[in-house]
């Protein structure tokens, strides 16, 4: 069992909870309420917020903020300067922390360089959000969302392989690179057997 690793310009406040294994790079913050799993990776100059929650071997790149009212369920990926919101409406003059809308990363989601999540939003499990694209609406597990405003543009495996699968209808696809299987219905993709 190996302890937290913590760069010593990187801010931790007390009452932060940082499983194993994590580490936590140059000038990062993270606040006293944030609870991290185990074996995540935060970027340079990331910012965590006190009511957040991060699942086991998340990995966040360099510029995130995340801000309170987001959950990162586990193996989720924050790509490069990727940016979460938490009010729908903001004003500097208005105060409306007590308006913070939920977000929701479902385990093995990849959220692409640059990409923008409205808050309020649940991207689902191993979803693809394309570098830049802007999600206002949810997402379905195993979507690829790509443009502004992001819009689904087909289906990716768990390995993080484009799957031949059509937006919709019934079909099955396997991934390219493990071979497993995934089937579209009812608008949905499933993994066979898993």
């Known amino acids: 069992m190996s302890a937290a690793s913590i760069h ?16 936590v790079w140059h000038w990062v913050h993270i606040c006293a309420g944030a609870r991290i799993g185990r074996y995540c990776s935060f970027g340079q100059n990331v910012f965590v917020g006190n009511d957040v929650s991060v699942g086991d071997n998340v990995k966040v790149q360099n510029n995130v903020s995340i801000y309170d009212a987001v959950t990162l369920e ?22 409306r922390k007590h308006e913070y809308r939920r977000t929701l990363v479902r385990k093995g989601a990849t959220l692409g360089a640059n990409c923008t999540i409205i808050c309020g939003v649940t991207i689902g499990e191993y979803a693809f959000i394309a570098a830049g694209a802007v999600v206002r609406t949810a997402v379905p597990a195993y979507a690829l969302m790509a443009g502004v405003p992001a819009r689904q543009i087909g289906w990716m495996s768990e390995h993080g392989e484009r799957l031949q699968l059509p937006l919709s209808g019934s079909a099955e696809a396997s991934c390219p690179s493990t071979g497993a299987v995934y089937r579209l219905s009812g608008g949905r993709v499933t993994r066979a057997g898993g």
């Open 74 to 95: 586990d193996d989720v990926f924050c790509g490069p300067s990727m940016v979460f919101t938490n009010v729908y409406n903001p004003r500097a003059a208005v105060t």
């Open 8 to 23: 010593p310009t990187a801010i931790v406040d007390a009452g932060a909870t940082l499983g194993e294994g994590t580490r």
